[in-house]
């Protein structure tokens, strides 16, 4: 039978993640916000940029990580940490070098060999749970991290169908909702905020890109990233 229909988050909320080229530590970042939702964009690399803004494609931002938990992300409670517009919705997977380039070459994952259609794919709206996941795209089989700009209707279509158990009725496919602790830069898990991912099975307009307005690949960013987190924890550890 159905599922219950799952509690719905306090709010959204927008977010960033990158880092300056001046201060090489990990950053994330807000703009202004809906009544309901936060967002969460993380940076691109200027060539990248150049070719987003020359097909006019979204583009992936960022700002500082101080900046926005210095008072723009909530502090506790369940909420959707996630770069967003009025039309898409940013979220996370980490994959091999396969099927990244294929989801990037061709804006969906249905048709790549390597891709496994039939098992359950979570997609995460947070730029640092998907880091604490991968430990920075450091993982087997996690060393490509996507941005995947997933049109703002489906993604709100996704909560509306998503459960904690079970299926939503008459209704092909199954999407999970599941809450988890937030995470910090270097990995403590926050103590108070909480965040979602979502899992998708056999939903059919994701894997075949009629939800998805845009794919870009991050990993060089995220491994970037990695490397000053893990720099700094060494020079803090020898001063120590």
Same mark, same amino acid.
């Given at each position: 039978g159905p599922g219950a229909a799952c509690p719905q988050p306090a709010a959204w909320h927008r977010t960033d993640a990158a880092t300056s080229s001046r201060t090489r530590r990990p950053t994330r970042t807000t703009t202004s916000t809906p009544t309901a939702m936060s967002d969460e964009s993380d940076a691109i690399d200027a060539a990248?940029?150049? %070719? +987003?803004? *020359?097909?006019? &494609?979204? /583009?992936?931002?960022?700002? $500082?990580?101080? #900046?926005?938990?210095?008072?723009?992300?909530?502090?506790?409670?369940?909420?959707?940490?996630?770069?967003?517009?009025?039309?898409?919705?940013?979220?996370?997977?980490?994959?091999? %070098? +396969?099927? *990244?380039?294929? &989801?990037? /070459?061709?804006?969906?994952? $249905?048709?790549? #060999?390597?891709?496994?259609?039939?098992?359950?794919?979570?997609v995460k709206p947070n730029f640092m749970w998907m880091m604490f996941r991968s430990r920075w795209a450091s993982k087997p089989a996690q060393t490509n991290v996507l941005a995947i700009f997933v049109r703002r209707a489906a993604f709100e279509r996704y909560l509306e169908l998503a459960r904690q158990r079970g299926s939503a009725r008459d209704v092909r496919g199954t999407v999970r909702l599941q809450w988890d602790p937030d995470h910090l830069p270097y990995?403590?898990?926050?103590?108070?905020?909480?965040?979602?991912?979502?899992?998708?099975?056999?939903?059919?307009?994701?894997?075949?890109?009629?939800?998805?307005?845009?794919?870009?690949?991050?990993?060089?960013?995220?491994?970037?990233?990695?490397?000053?987190?893990?720099?700094?924890?060494?020079?803090?550890?020898?001063?120590?």
């Open positions: 990248s940029g150049a %070719a +987003t803004a *020359a097909t006019g &494609a979204p /583009r992936w931002r960022h700002e $500082s990580y101080e #900046a926005q938990v210095g008072g723009a992300w909530p502090g506790r409670g369940q909420h959707i940490l996630a770069q967003f517009d009025e039309r898409t919705v940013v979220v996370y997977q980490a994959f091999n %070098a +396969t099927i *990244a380039a294929y &989801a990037v /070459r061709h804006g969906k994952f $249905s048709g790549c #060999a390597a891709y496994n259609a039939t098992r359950m794919t979570w990995g403590e898990r926050h103590p108070y905020r909480r965040a979602v991912q979502l899992g998708l099975r056999g939903v059919t307009s994701f894997a075949d890109g009629d939800d998805i307005e845009h794919i870009e690949d991050i990993s060089a960013f995220v491994h970037a990233q990695g490397a000053a987190l893990a720099l700094a924890k060494r020079t803090a550890a020898r001063r120590a």
